[in-house]
Nanobody, 116 residues
Framework: QVQLVESGGGLVQPGGSLRLSCAASGSIFGIDVMGWYRQAPGKQRELVARKISGGSTYYADSVKDRFFISRDNAKRTLYLQMNSLKPEDTAVYYC??????????WGQGTQVTVSS
């Protein structure tokens, strides 16, 4: 089992920045995809950014060149640096770890609100 805990959300003005963190505990052996999703009120959960182990990084078009996903293996932590935030970035952000097609782990989510 893998437990994921997100932090770093909050209220920020348009144009501001936030860094989300996702701390993992438990057995992360074999985890090959790590990503961030978000869900705004009344909308479906959407993929924001994803890193495939030893491979590519994906960003949704809406966040490209503003958001950056990274990880610190020693700290077992996944990050999402969010810059130039817009009101439409307001959502609950979730981190997600996948182990092949067998396992799918989610954190509890962290609220990001972009408003003046």
């Amino acid at each position: 089992q893998v437990q994921l805990v997100e932090s770093g959300g909050g209220l920020v003005q348009p144009g501001g920045s936030l860094r989300l963190s996702c701390a993992a505990s438990g057995s992360i052996f074999g985890i090959d995809v790590m990503g961030w999703y978000r869900q705004a009120p009344g909308k479906q959960r959407e993929l924001v950014a994803r890193k495939i182990s030893g491979g590519s990084t994906y960003y949704a078009d809406s966040v490209k060149d503003r958001f950056f996903i990274s990880r610190d293996n020693a700290k077992r932590t996944l990050y999402l640096q969010m810059n130039s935030l817009k009101p439409e970035d307001t959502a609950v952000y979730y981190c997600n770890f996948k182990r092949g097609v067998v396992s799918d782990y989610w954190g509890q989510g962290t609220q990001v609100t972009v408003s003046s």
